[in-house]
């Protein structure tokens, strides 16, 4: 399945829940689902609306444009990455090792229940204009930097800039395999990426 379909069919689900999400964060979700699957120059306005059953219209009614969608889907996630991290990096005192574990886990996690915004921030982020872009850089690189307090904490004498490389090197692994298919299930895929990700990050490289 891919990850417009994916977008697709949560939206649909929502229509039948009880509490349902707006309009417009569903057609945010259709929107990032088309960016990631075909490119963000590669899907209109007019795509957008076919996808979501709604007329040119009403479609500006909700957002200005294919580059107000961008901004509307990236930022809102950095800002959730950050606050995770940060809620996660803090929440073993004195374990930098338990502060890992949770660390992974969280974004193994949103990683696979987010694989379109994960493509787009991979992909697209420099379609952005300016100042949404360095805020969404300034927010990742603040996420990153709970990483590199927890893996210093971890490996006495590491410096600043290893542990970059080793967080980076993690994000890489961990945002990888979301977008396969059903051939491994998700939880098997968690375990695996949760595995691979904390025995790498683990490893003290020799210097």
Do not use: C
């Not at 957008?48 to 901004?71: D, Q, R, S, W």
């Not at 996660?88 to 374990?95: A, E, I, L, V």
């Not at 307090?149 to 290893?162: I, K, Q, S, W, Y």
Request: charged share 25%.
């Amino acid at each position: 399945m891919t990850v417009e379909q994916q977008a697709r069919g949560r939206a649909n689900g929502a229509a039948g829940s009880a509490r349902r999400r707006s309009r417009k964060d569903e057609i945010l979700e259709i929107a990032v689902g088309l960016f990631a699957s075909r490119g963000y120059h590669g899907v209109s306005m007019d795509d957008i609306g076919a996808a979501a059953g709604v007329t040119g219209p009403a479609l500006y009614h909700h957002f200005a444009g294919k580059e107000a969608m961008l901004v509307a889907a990236l930022i809102p996630v950095s800002e959730e990455l950050l606050a995770g991290g940060q809620q996660r990096s803090t929440g073993h005192p004195d374990d930098p090792r338990g502060a890992l574990e949770s660390l992974i886990d969280f974004h193994v996690d949103f990683a696979l229940a987010n694989p379109a915004v994960i493509a787009l921030h991979l992909h697209e982020l420099d379609r952005l204009p300016d100042e949404p872009r360095r805020r969404i850089r300034r927010l990742q690189r603040l996420y990153v930097e709970q990483w590199v307090t927890v893996l210093t904490a971890l490996h006495p004498g590491m410096p600043d800039g290893e542990a970059r490389v080793l967080a980076h090197a993690a994000f890489g692994l961990m945002n990888s395999t979301p977008f396969l298919g059903g051939e491994v299930d998700r939880r098997r895929r968690a375990e695996l990426l949760r595995a691979a990700t904390l025995a790498a990050l683990l490893a003290h490289p020799g210097s």
